[in-house]
């Protein structure tokens, strides 16, 4: 389904928990470890976050040939509240859907009028780029943290995984004096770019629980890849 790309193929990165420490961070930009501490804290504090996106998506040419060129621009609006819950609404050029409470996913595509069900919320979540907004993890533990330029208005974090991952970097422009993030690049294994930049940010607005619950309409298709193997036993569980 068009739309969720950021989601499942991103390997969408970060962590954060309380009292992270600098072990570990390489010694480029001395902002570098401050920075990365104001982000963990920021997103920490706070209950719930919305905000308005554009997501963009460069991708780089294989075999010496010409890149493409860059993908039409994505926007939208997201709200996410702890814990774990999120809807992505996707407004043009095609409208998409992604909601979820912490438990059950749902992507839904109204032009082909297609829902598809799962139920590995947990997994999406661990996707990085989604999980520093719900201030999860520890971003000094999980990532080798470099900033490019200290005295640059936002400073640019880089972020390099220690362990094996799907994505090869992330990179946040970060408010220094807030922790805020303005935008995100996550690079894939391929060399390939998506860019999520936010705008009218809000925090702890109280959102409405039934935001993050999905119900097809009347005759969508629904893909139900929650449903239990044969193996499994048991009813598939309800949003």
């Known amino acids: ?102 438990r059950i996913v749902w992507m839904w595509d109204p032009v082909l009028g297609e829902a598809q069900r799962l139920a590995d919320a947990g997994g999406m979540l661990s996707q990085a780029a989604v999980r520093f907004l719900l201030g999860a993890g520890d971003l000094l533990e999980a990532f080798r943290v470099t900033a490019e330029d200290c005295a640059a208005r936002p400073v640019r974090l880089d972020l390099v995984p220690k362990q094996d991952a799907s994505y090869e970097r992330l990179a946040l422009d970060v408010d220094p004096d807030t922790g805020r993030v303005a935008a995100s690049t996550v690079t894939d294994l391929f060399g390939n770019r998506t860019t999520l930049a936010f705008t009218h940010v809000q925090v702890n607005t109280g959102p409405d629980p039934a935001q993050f619950h999905f119900q097809p309409p009347e005759g969508a298709t629904v893909i139900d890849l929650a449903a239990p193997t044969p193996s499994s036993g048991g009813a598939p569980e309800r949003p």
Request: charged content about 20%; glycine content about 10%; aromatic content about 10%.
């Open 1 to 102: 389904m068009s739309g969720f790309t950021i989601f499942v193929a991103m390997g969408l990165v970060l962590s954060f928990a309380r009292g992270a420490e600098a072990n570990g961070v390489e010694p480029e930009g001395a902002c570098a470890p401050a920075v990365a501490r104001a982000v963990q804290g920021h997103y920490e504090a706070i209950s719930d976050w919305s905000a308005s996106f554009e997501q963009r998506r460069q991708a780089v040419a294989f075999s010496g040939g010409i890149a493409p060129p860059a993908e039409p621009a994505r926007r939208g609006t997201v709200v996410l509240a702890k814990p774990g819950r999120m809807r992505w609404s996707y407004l043009s050029p095609d409208p998409s859907l992604f909601v979820t409470d912490g």
